[in-house]
């Protein structure tokens, strides 16, 4: 029973930090430099209509290469 409540304040406290993150505002966690475009990737699955931000990081890609 004691590491029953022991866990559930833990798992509390936890909870309560991250409520509290929120509440402040901070910086949501990002995702590393590396991941799949390190790797060679085009896309994450595969897609084959990329989204608009993607899309425009390679439209400016293929201009700097054709210039």
């Keep these: 029973?004691?590491?029953?409540?022991?866990?559930?304040?833990?798992?509390?406290?936890?909870?309560?930090a991250m409520a509290i993150g929120v509440m402040f505002g901070r910086k949501p966690i990002a995702?590393?430099?590396?991941?799949?475009?390190?790797?060679?990737?085009?896309?994450?699955f595969g897609c084959k209509k990329p989204c608009t931000k993607r899309q425009a990081r390679i439209d400016a890609?293929?201009?700097?290469?054709?210039?």
Excluded: K
Excluded at 1 to 16: E, R, S
Excluded at 61 to 67: G, S
């Design 31 to 44: 995702g590393s430099c590396g991941g799949l475009g390190a790797m060679g990737q085009d896309c994450e």
């Design 1 to 16: 029973m004691n590491t029953f409540l022991i866990t559930l304040i833990v798992v509390g406290m936890v909870i309560a």
């Design 61 to 67: 890609q293929n201009a700097e290469q054709q210039h």
